[in-house]
């Protein structure tokens, strides 16, 4: 990869932009500076790819192995699954908790998931090796805190997390993540999409606040609302607002993935080729915390750059799909309305 490369990414980004329908022209300058941010961090962030070895798959595959990674468990829920017919609906919520900042996000996605319409039966918070500690005390009948020995990252976290709710008789296994604030009929709007069309469904992630030039970013661009392909079918979506059918997904996420970056995409594929349905819900929204800064932006887009070259080697048919789908933006609900 070169140089020579990124400018005409860039180039075409830039002209990309500006073909895009109902924005302002203050909006496509903004939208058009932060693209070259993402840009040219996703290319320097596959350039280091290149500098790296290759990981393999080492996605954990039984329970006993998910459970060695965990410290303690505190707080597992004593009621029993449903048996009326009902769904029992577990959250697998992991956190890597290094600010005070961190923490007030954790308690707020905590206080929303309290506050819904149609409560989880169990909530799994994964503490993954967080510097800073979290108090065992917001343990309770409904809320079961998972301590891993270490930092492992978000997939092993998740998989502990699938781990202990099939152990608990969960049937369907929401994920979200610690910087989330979840609508008040997100886990309802999860059930029912599940009892609608069961396997993977992916919800609306929009901005916590779209009136900042990276939160509109994200939502006119869909950054962590997936994709869809030409036939309507939903490539990948994320982690951040998912669901599964645990008798339809028999999968556990690739641990060689070790930051917050494409573990999910990757799993969403090996899924399509199991031919598991996967379905785009808008009324299952979510709001998701960015950080405002371009900085961050740059260092988001570094990190898919860097990753996304090994969920490629994985399985080749990802570069086609890929080119053959489209972002799912919030901003216009679907695909970017191009000149």
Not at 106 to 131: C, M
Request: with cysteine; hydrophobic share 40%.
């Amino acid at each position: 990869m070169t140089a020579v490369e990124c400018i005409s990414a860039v180039k075409f980004a830039v002209w990309h932009v500006f073909r895009i329908r109902g924005l302002t022209v203050w909006q496509r300058l903004q939208l058009a500076l932060l693209k070259i941010v993402a840009v040219c961090g996703y290319h320097y962030g596959k350039y280091r790819s290149y500098s790296e070895t290759p990981r393999g798959s080492e996605a954990i595959a039984s329970r006993e192995d998910a459970l060695r990674a965990v410290h303690a468990v505190n707080g597992i829920a004593t009621r029993q699954p449903e048996i009326d017919g009902h769904n029992f609906i577990a959250v697998v919520l992991p956190v890597y908790a290094r600010t005070e900042h961190d923490l007030a996000l954790l308690f707020k996605v905590l206080q929303y998931l309290s506050e819904q319409k149609r409560p989880a039966d169990l909530i799994i918070l994964v503490d993954d090796g967080s510097p800073l500690t979290i108090p065992s005390v917001i343990a309770n009948e409904g809320l079961a805190l998972v301590q891993l020995w270490c930092n492992k990252g978000p997939a092993t976290a998740r998989n502990c997390g699938i781990t202990l709710a099939k152990e608990r008789g969960a049937n369907v296994i929401c994920f979200l993540d610690a910087d989330c604030q979840p609508s008040s009929d997100w886990v309802a709007m999860m059930e029912r999409a599940q009892q609608e069309t069961p396997g993977i469904v992916c919800g609306k992630t929009l901005a916590d606040s779209s009136a900042t030039a990276v939160g509109l970013y994200h939502e006119v661009f869909g950054t962590l609302n997936g994709r869809m392909l030409e036939d309507g079918s939903v490539l990948y979506g994320c982690t951040c607002n998912l669901s599964i059918s645990v008798a339809g997904v028999d999968l556990l996420f690739d641990s060689s993935f070790p930051a917050a970056s494409f573990e999910d995409v990757e799993f969403c594929i090996r899924a399509k080729k199991n031919r598991i349905r996967m379905t785009y819900y808008p009324p299952a929204v979510v709001h998701h915390y960015f950080e405002p800064g371009w900085t961050s932006l740059f260092s988001q887009f570094q990190r898919y750059g860097r990753f996304e070259r090994q969920t490629a080697l994985k399985h080749q048919e990802y570069l086609p799909w890929l080119w053959s789908s489209h972002e799912i933006s919030c901003f216009f609900d679907g695909a970017l309305p191009i000149f």
